[in-house]
């Protein structure tokens, strides 16, 4: 009996879900990159990175995880297979621990093996090949349709001993909208080559009839085709557009649009003048509405003698730790701590506000001086001294003072060290002379011959 016409697109449905089922599966890359390095004899260490992101229910990397060299003509010469590795989170930067929007989680993962490559004029050709990246990314249509190509080339290791660019960071997981960022792209040549920078298009690889194919095609590898008005060189919406210094690596850009992008940068090295070889890697962009933690620490302090008293005026969003550096080898975790000084002194103490990751840190250098502000002798003592900061001369004015007796006065770094001292002041108005004194802040104290009188601050210029 002859089949009806309607069965056999549904036949050929069934077939696809059922042998098919890669979409549903698919690995989730959204970046990676593969290098190697040359350690003498004709053997490399060759390093495959990849990057998948959280999602609960896909599937994981694939154990084992294969890369493939191939011959100068295009054959078959190896197939590294890696069994045992664990995959890892990616930290947030400390930057993107300041911002509570909706987590966003990475995991990694890091192969390594050894090879030896005899002579072979043309060189070598490393590849891995797998289906597939992604969903919802913006500048590539049907993204979880289409996989990746990472591979790099060693050059015959009869003539050259290279080891490639090895990028120094790993690229924020999440950029803000409507937030300018730079980021350092520059990578590291073993071999001292010079470098230059690009952005660079991705390589297509395996789809999801053939998602991880065994062996892989070998080279030349096709571009990814990108979504209008999108590619590789103007692969987000941005303002000012995304962009990379072709010298120092620094990629720079204000992106406008919230989503995923594909973004790839590629580092060619040069030796005396003569192209070595290029390093790409491949990774995406999430452009999200960040919403920033408000954390800014703060404190005042009062003393008595040599006890301090430190009030904690910190701004902060829920549950905050505290971490307090008193200057003098001591540290609290009190929200308003008192500290009680072995000795007079200038100390430099530091307030941290924590929240999950995210900090502020506030410090200020008080002075200690043994005797409470408020039990002082001529504490009614009035003292104004203008300009402030101090250029040239500032003139210091004594008024409603209890006697008369000679005063000194002396003023210190930060750092506690004495830099002048006047002695012998019998007047109400005297002047301070800058000198030789580098600009920034100081104290000033002053005192008679039965004690401290007053300590204060004053900027030089």
Known sequence: MKTPSFIKPFIFYLLIVFLFPFRTYSTHIIGGELYYQCIGSNNYIITLKLYRDGCQNCYPFDHPTSIYIFNPNGTLFNEIEFNNFDSLKVPLPLFDLCYSNEPITVWEITLETTVNLPAATGGYTIVYQRCCRTGDIINIANSNDFGT?????????????????????????????????????????????????????????????????????????????????????????????????????????????????????????????????????????????????????????????????????????????????????????????????????????????????????????IAVTGVGVETKKGFNMQINFYPNPLHSTTIFKITARMDKKPLTFELFTLAGENVMALPEITGNRFEVERGNLSGGGYFYKISDRDGLLRVGKIAVE
Not at 173 to 193: I, P, R
Not at 209 to 224: G, T, V
Not at 256 to 283: H, L, P, Q
Not at 292 to 298: D, L, P, V
């Open 149 to 365: 190509t990472y591979f790099t080339h060693i050059p015959d290791p009869a003539s050259l001993c290279n080891s490639s660019p090895l990028y120094n960071n790993y690229p924020p997981v999440f950029l803000c909208v409507d937030d300018t960022f730079l980021f350092d792209h520059s990578a590291t040549d073993l071999d001292g080559d010079s470098l230059v920078y690009e952005l660079c298009p991705s390589f297509d690889g395996a789809d999801v009839f053939d998602p991880k194919p065994d062996p892989p095609l070998p080279p030349p590898y096709n571009y990814i085709q990108y979504q209008a008005p999108y590619s590789a060189y103007y692969p987000m919406d941005a303002n000012p557009p995304l962009t990379i210094d072709s010298e120092t690596g620094l990629l720079t850009g204000k992106p406008v649009t919230i989503g995923k992008y594909n973004v790839t940068v590629c580092v060619s090295e040069f030796r005396n003048g003569n192209f070595m070889g290029s390093a790409s890697r491949d990774f995406i962009f999430n452009v999200v509405n960040c919403i920033e933690k408000n954390i800014t620490a703060g404190f005042f302090h009062t003393d008595s003698a040599l006890m301090v008293n430190f009030s904690n005026t910190s701004i902060i969003q829920g549950n905050a730790a505290y971490s307090w550096d008193f200057g003098d080898g001591s540290f609290s975790s009190d929200s308003n701590p008192s500290h009680l000084f072995n000795t007079s002194g200038i100390y430099n103490v530091c307030l941290t506000v924590s929240d999950t990751g995210c900090y502020d840190i506030f410090c200020d250098t």
